[in-house]
């Protein structure tokens, strides 16, 4: 099993919906970064959450960390179709910092 | 435009080719990384440096071969490859306490 579970794999909203990507982790999380990637391309970075109970929030995107349950959830309201991609978790572990373990994504479409 | 610059964005190899995937970044960071991204598998760590010294090889094969020259340049050379080394090859890099910073990826195709 992996380390970093992420749900849904897969995911189709109509445009103007909310929807939530969760990402769990079996081992304690010292750092929680949240990415999005077109297919093909680069990680670019969204948010990261360091602390239990963070959250944070970028124009219609949020994301919050339950230190407890070991896992992460990143809400978008109203998706646009510019939403779609690939949304990936990625932790730090070990807590040494250096090095990330990463979910194994979650494709969104936003159809019109 | 995240400062990471990863050249070429595609590359078809034989079997018997070697080729080298190059990682460039202008943001005075200490930290480099290659990632291998194959389909519906997370995102594999092959190799970190720090300060232009390889601090991790995550069991990688040895037909990858990493080399770091200086702290802007950050290689992969690539000998013998098999099929199932194809997939997307991601450079990221890392200041202190920061985020990864990811170049556009090399996309290899292995034939």
């Known amino acids: 099993s992996q380390e970093l579970e992420q749900s849904p794999q897969s995911l189709i909203v109509q445009e103007g919906k909310n929807l939530t990507i969760n990402c769990t982790s079996s081992?304690?999380?010292?750092?929680l970064y949240w990415y999005k990637q077109k297919y093909g391309e680069g990680l670019i970075f969204l948010m990261m959450?360091?602390?239990?109970?963070e959250e944070k929030s970028h124009e219609k995107i949020t994301a919050k960390l339950d230190e407890k349950k070991q896992q992460s959830s990143l809400h978008i309201t109203a998706s646009q179709p510019s939403h779609a991609g690939i949304y990936l978790c990625?932790?730090?572990?070990?807590?040494?910092?250096?090095?990330?373990?990463f979910g194994t994504g979650t494709q969104l479409k936003v159809e019109l | 435009e995240t400062g990471v610059t990863q050249t070429p964005r595609h590359l078809v190899m034989g079997m018997t080719n070697k080729k080298s995937l190059k990682c460039e970044q202008h943001?005075?960071?200490?930290?480099m990384y290659w990632y291998k991204q194959s389909a519906k598998k997370p995102l594999e760590l092959m190799f970190v440096?720090?300060?232009?010294?390889?601090?991790e090889n995550n069991s990688v094969p040895s037909r990858f071969s990493p080399e770091c020259p200086n702290s802007s340049h950050l290689f992969l050379h690539l000998h013998t490859l098999q099929p199932e080394d194809s997939a997307l090859y991601l450079c990221?890099?890392?200041?202190?306490?920061?985020?990864?910073?990811f170049g556009s990826g090399t996309q290899l195709s292995v034939l």
């Open positions: 943001l005075g960071h200490n930290a």
């Open positions: 959450l360091q602390k239990g109970g």
């Open positions: 990221a890099t890392r200041g202190a306490g920061e985020k990864l910073f």
């Open positions: 081992k304690t999380l010292y750092g």
């Open positions: 990625g932790a730090d572990l070990t807590g040494g910092g250096n090095k990330l373990t």
């Open positions: 440096y720090n300060f232009k010294e390889q601090t």
